[in-house]
């Protein structure tokens, strides 16, 4: 076992999987190992180049072998399947990652520490809270609309429907339905309170980081933005250029090209899909409030939206706003209007 120099390390719950080989290529390691033999059976080992596939768990179990004096690789799964032969199992998997792990050209995952991980669950946890409004909000309207109850869009007619539900003396709706609808208002409240309570921990986050600063300073891009691409990209050294941390969020054109012929299609839409969701709707609000000063500020912004669709248009600003983020991540300082139209 002293031998090992690269060990692939099959993830998983209770088993996982180890295949380590020499300098030479040889296997000297085709192990199962349980969930409680995992660190003893790597404290016995000389350091060495572990790789594992990105999921649940692997920056745990990256920060903990990085403590054992290892060093761990993270990749994307998708990326280490063309090193898969044959049939898909434990020991095939762990011996494409020792394979994967060793190529110059392969790209890696930086591992996060406990609180990028911390706020990206703030993160998520928000964004659940938010999908759960939305889905009662829908049904408290839907459900009113089978009794001829119906309202505006917006704050102000969801405020009117949850009058009708409170009020008592309303002979519209049954007392089974009042009940019912009584139960959603109320998972309303409390599912809108937690999320406003969500939103108030990522602002007070994203005052106490500088990066996170710098990063509100684009236009488009404000504290939940910002604080998520912080906690989202480790270490922008990972991305040669901007545009690579553009299209590993998939805001970039995907590619159907060959015989010279380049075939640009729609955006990729790999990556992380809340990123670029964040991204679209920050680009978003940036039009809408460009079409009321007439885009004074942004003469850029103001020829694309004369060519091309606002949606489009948005998708490009978005683009724009993760290369200028890479910049200052990488810079460590703040946006310059006049900078960036250079």
């Known amino acids: 076992m002293s031998d090992a120099t690269t060990i692939g390390l099959d993830l998983a719950k209770n088993v996982f999987q180890v295949h380590g080989v020499d300098g030479c290529g040889e296997v000297v390691i085709r192990k199962q190992l349980r969930r409680s033999q995992v660190l003893p059976f790597f404290e ?12 649940a768990g692997s920056h745990h179990w990256a920060r903990e072998l990085r403590a054992l004096g290892h060093e761990v690789r993270i990749m994307p799964a998708h990326y280490v399947k ?4 044959r049939n898909k199992n434990d020991a095939a998997d762990a011996a ?6 060793t190529r110059p050209s392969m790209r890696f995952v930086a591992v996060k520490g406990p609180e990028q991980q911390g706020l990206m669950l703030l993160h998520r946890t928000r964004a659940l809270l938010v999908r759960q409004r939305t889905m009662l909000v829908n049904a408290i309207r839907a459900h009113l609309a089978e009794f001829g109850i119906v309202a505006p869009v917006g704050l102000r007619g969801l405020k009117s429907l949850l009058a009708v539900i409170d009020d008592g003396g309303d002979e519209r709706l049954p007392p089974s339905a009042r009940d ?3 139960s959603l208002a109320r998972a309303l409240a409390a599912v809108e309170r937690e999320a406003a309570l969500a939103e108030r921990r990522i602002c007070v986050w994203h005052r106490q980081n500088q990066a996170s600063r710098n990063l509100e300073s684009i236009p488009g891009i404000g504290p939940i933005i910002a604080s998520a691409l912080v906690a989202s990209v480790s270490d922008p050294g990972v991305f040669r250029t901007g545009r690579e941390l553009a299209a590993w969020i998939g805001l970039v054109p995907r590619q159907n ?4 012929k380049a075939r640009m299609g729609r955006i ?4 992380d899909p809340y990123l670029r969701w964040l991204l679209v709707a920050g680009a978003m609000a940036v039009i809408r409030h460009g079409r009321k000063t007439g885009f004074k500020d942004n003469p850029w912004l103001a020829d694309l939206m004369a060519r091309k669709p606002a949606k489009v248009a948005a998708v490009a600003l978005a683009n724009k706003n993760a290369r200028t983020a890479w910049a200052l991540l990488t810079s ?3 946006y310059c209007p006049q900078t960036a139209r250079d």
């Not at 494409?96 to 792990?101: C, D, G, L, N, P």
């Not at 090209?257 to 010279?260: D, P, Q």
């Open 44 to 55: 016995k080992l000389s350091p060495c180049l572990i790789g594992m596939e990105a999921c």
């Open 82 to 85: 063309p090193y898969v032969k």
């Open 96 to 101: 494409a990652i020792a394979e994967a792990v």
């Open 180 to 182: 019912c609808l009584g």
């Open 257 to 260: 090209s060959t015989g010279g």
């Open 268 to 271: 990729s839409k790999q990556g």
């Open 332 to 334: 460590g300082e703040t």
